[in-house]
């Protein structure tokens, strides 16, 4: 399953993000991973979640983000969540149509049983259509 938090730069998304994963795990069976571009929130978060600076990895390109968030989920049976802050930046498609990454990580999420949670800079009537219906909340 994929969720999105949508809204232009500024507008609270990672907030919200924080919020979201912090509750989460207080019910949470499984492991819950944070996905940012660096380690600034490291004390917002609850220690039971793991924090992953992915700019701490080569990462260039949008098949190298799949590929990097497929080595998590590979390694980590009992993942429950991912919360992607800076989705855009992370999955280097900054300006690009993300129609196919969203599409592939609701085939990986049904596959891993594993629910990605996407912080997106844009608002929610730029998302492309098939993603519209994932917007949990639109700031």
Aim: proline share 1%.
């Amino acid at each position: 399953m994929v969720q999105i938090i949508a809204g232009r730069k500024g507008k609270g998304k990672t907030k919200h993000l924080l919020e979201r994963a912090n509750t989460a795990i207080k019910n949470a069976h499984g492991t819950i991973v944070y996905l940012d571009k660096s380690s600034k929130h490291m004390y917002e978060l609850n220690n039971r979640i793991r924090l992953i600076n992915v700019n701490e990895y080569p990462i260039t390109s949008c098949e190298s983000f799949i590929g990097f968030v497929c080595g998590i989920i590979s390694q980590d049976h009992d993942l429950e969540a991912m919360y992607l802050d800076s989705f855009l930046k992370l999955s280097c498609l900054e300006g690009e149509d993300i129609s196919e990454t969203i599409s592939i990580l609701e085939k990986i999420g049904e596959k891993s049983h594993v629910t990605f949670i996407l912080s997106v800079s844009l608002d929610a009537d730029e998302l492309p259509e098939h993603a519209k219906k994932d917007v949990i909340v639109s700031l």
